[in-house]
């Protein structure tokens, strides 16, 4: 009786480890890359500083990424993916419309105060009048599930008789941005003028309830003449 030779475990394709090398070379390049364009900005940010961090190459950035502009809309599209992935999270099907949304800013609120480098990001954008963002095609409709999102509260609400102001998803999703994105980007300005350091420890958790509470009262009625 002749013996079966033993299975052999199925070999793993050669190219599966070098994929595996190069996704971690690229998140380790745009890790690098988004801490120093949100300290120096666009124009300020050198690739040969992010590659010497890296103990690389210019070249090797930019076999990855081809140019610095490139490499820094890679960073927006990396920090912009984050935010929406977070929001993503709101389990709509769940929850009550109120707590809802009340959830997703206060998610919001723990998102821009854990990703301090996200709301630095945006303000040089800002300053580079959305230039580079209009650039992507991953950016371009990545701003469609979290308007999808709180367009389902807003109908939830309203069929609840929770909320009775009209506003669209764009308008509350301006109200909790504003909010979360303002304690965080103009925290030393506000600090020097009014003496109060908006993302010290003492303050988070009343500041963090008042952006959910807000945008829930908003959407009950609070302030309409009627």
Do not use: W
């Not at 070379?25 to 300020?44: D, K, N, P």
């Not at 890679?74 to 993916?81: R, T």
């Not at 949304?101 to 105060?113: Q, S």
């Not at 506000?190 to 500041?207: C, I, K, S, V």
Request: with cysteine.
């Amino acid at each position: 009786m002749t013996s079966q030779p033993a299975t052999q475990p199925a070999t793993q394709p050669a190219d599966r480890p070098r994929r595996r090398d190069a996704e971690r070379t690229r998140a380790e390049i745009l890790a690098v890359a988004q801490s120093e364009f949100a300290r120096h900005g666009y124009a300020g940010a050198r690739v040969d500083e992010i590659a010497e961090l890296m103990r690389t190459t210019k070249r090797m950035i930019y076999y990855y990424f081809g140019s610095k502009e490139r490499l820094y809309v890679a960073v927006l599209e990396k920090a912009y993916s984050e935010v929406r992935a977070v929001e993503r999270t709101v389990d709509v099907e769940h929850l009550a419309p109120v707590e809802a949304i009340r959830t997703l800013a206060e998610l919001t609120f723990d998102h821009h105060d854990a990703h301090r480098d996200f709301i630095k990001l945006v303000a040089i954008e800002n300053i580079h009048q959305g230039e580079h963002i209009r650039t992507s095609e991953v950016l371009a409709n990545l701003g469609a599930p979290v308007l999808d999102l709180i367009s389902r509260i807003l109908e939830a609400g309203r069929a609840s008789g929770d909320f009775v102001t009209e506003a669209d998803a764009i308008d509350v999703h301006m109200m909790i941005s504003a909010f979360c994105f303002f304690r965080v980007s103009n925290q030393h300005t506000f600090g020097a003028l009014f003496g109060r350091d908006m993302t010290a420890p003492e303050h988070r958790e009343r500041l963090r309830r008042m952006v959910g509470e807000m945008t829930v009262a908003y959407l009950r009625g609070a302030g309409s003449s009627a």
